[in-house]
């Protein structure tokens, strides 16, 4: 797969780091209640009360308490990053990877806590396929104004592949970067070719 330079990071600002905080602690408000009570027995009030946030302020971050247990933003994707990837002169399958993985980014300690949860409750396992389709969608609606429809799905298709292939434990422990994504898409790419493939832990580290 050629290479080339993929979307970078945005700056973050004090007010977004504050966002991003409060974020953070709603989140582990609503994870830590969920996984000791259990998701029937936990209320946005509850969560509220414990990250010390209000109402309105909690459904500036989060839709539900399912959503705010895993994670999950009310908006699918960041405006910033829509119109970034728009914008990018880059190769499509990079800038989609790392579309996906500023969507899904997790810190690498919480993947054994998100997977005990939904083991735990099945109900969050919806919420979270449901947000997945909606991510989707929307990144082929954005990929498909720079590139033909087909190809745009098969780009997506693609990406999303190799995500399937992280949430799995038994090939990895920790949530990928939009480089090893791409370097997931390249074992692919040789498995389908037949070649000889690589360690997973040879795939290159950061983003």
């Not at 090939?171 to 690589?198: K, M, Q, V, W």
Request: contains cysteine; aromatic residues 4%.
């Amino acid at each position: 797969m050629a290479r080339t330079t993929p979307l970078v990071d945005k700056p973050c600002s004090l007010r977004e780091q504050k966002k991003q905080q409060t974020r953070r602690a709603i989140h582990d408000s609503a994870s830590r209640l969920v996984m000791e009570r259990g998701l029937p027995h936990v209320t946005v009030a509850d969560i509220c009360a414990d990250a010390t946030v209000s109402d309105r302020t909690f459904f500036n971050y989060f839709p539900s308490k399912a959503a705010a247990a895993l994670g999950l933003p009310e908006a699918v994707l960041a405006p910033d990053d829509e119109q970034r990837f728009l914008a990018a002169p880059g190769n499509l399958v990079d800038d989609v990877c790392l579309l996906v993985a500023d969507a899904a980014r997790l810190r690498t300690e919480e993947l054994p806590r998100l997977r005990e949860m939904i083991r735990l409750e099945p109900e969050l396992l919806a919420t979270l396929n449901h947000w997945t389709v909606s991510v989707r969608k929307r990144i082929v609606q954005l990929a498909e104004q720079r590139t033909s429809p087909e190809q745009a799905r098969l780009v997506v298709a693609l990406v999303f592949a190799a995500v399937m292939l992280h949430t799995d434990s038994g090939y990895t422990t920790r949530n990928p970067t939009a480089s090893e994504l791409g370097a997931t898409i390249a074992r692919l790419a040789a498995a389908a070719d037949e070649r000889d493939l690589a360690p997973v832990s040879a795939a290159t580290p950061g983003r």
